[in-house]
């Protein structure tokens, strides 16, 4: 039971990679039909946050969607930089 509530639980976190998941759970005494089920439960509400998010941000002005990109790349151009001074350190 615990590996079911497991199971169900990362596949609702749509950053854990699904492979991953899987492959956990392959590994362990979980039998198929319980695997099955608590994925498919897992999963159908993390398609619909996905599908929400992907709306949202296709229908935001392009204001913010060209905001948005500015601070990603920003944010990365920070985190280069903050790499490449540790790394001398």
Do not use: C, H
């Not at 990109?69 to 001074?85: M, P, V």
């Amino acid at each position: 039971m615990e590996a079911v509530f497991l199971v169900l639980f990362l596949r609702l976190l749509p950053f854990i990679p699904s492979g991953l998941v899987t492959l956990t759970a392959a590994y362990s005494k979980m039998r198929t039909l319980s695997f099955a089920a608590a994925s498919t439960a897992g999963k159908i509400p993390a398609l619909y946050i996905e599908a929400y998010s992907i709306d949202v941000a296709l229908n935001a002005r392009t204001q913010w969607q060209i905001g948005a990109l500015i601070a990603i790349i920003f944010l990365f151009a920070i985190w280069i930089l903050w790499k490449r001074k540790n790394k001398d350190i």
